[in-house]
């Protein structure tokens, strides 16, 4: 069952800008202060590779170092939602962007420790 539900990608040309959201899917589906929220990218071809996330407990944020400066996760308590704001895209960072929860509560960067994905959204960076 997919309990997390992403929107948002579309295509965009090199240095626009988007911003993906993702929401429960289900009303019940609860984040605890101990869980970690995510987000993950897979391209055509290739291994998925963590992107971005944040601690639910303290609002501390992690991300790769190709989307640094670039892309920022935002956290909302109370609709248990978590965006990404991301700038001056790059035709790299064309991929199928997922959401995810880590009840694990460490390890935020291995997609093993995440428990709950949603379908994704499809991001395209073309001129």
């Known amino acids: 069952q997919v309990k997390l539900v992403e929107s948002g990608g579309t295509e965009v040309q090199p240095g626009g800008s988007l911003m993906l959201t993702c929401v429960p899917s289900?009303?019940?589906?609860?984040?605890?202060?101990?869980?970690?929220m995510g987000w993950f990218r897979q391209a055509p071809g290739r291994a998925r590779e963590f992107v971005a996330a944040?601690?639910?407990?303290?609002?501390?944020?992690f991300y790769t170092d190709s989307v640094k400066g670039r892309f920022t996760i935002f956290r909302d308590a109370h609709y248990n939602s978590v965006s990404l704001q991301m700038n001056s895209l790059k035709t790299e960072d064309t991929a199928t962007y997922y959401c995810?929860?880590?009840?694990?509560?460490?390890?935020?960067?291995?997609?093993?420790?995440?428990?709950?994905w949603g379908r994704g959204t499809q991001v395209t960076v073309s001129s």
């Open positions: 289900d009303p019940t589906f609860v984040i605890y202060s101990s869980h970690i």
């Open positions: 944040v601690t639910w407990r303290n609002n501390k944020k």
């Open positions: 995810a929860r880590n009840t694990y509560g460490s390890m935020y960067d291995d997609a093993l420790k995440y428990d709950d």
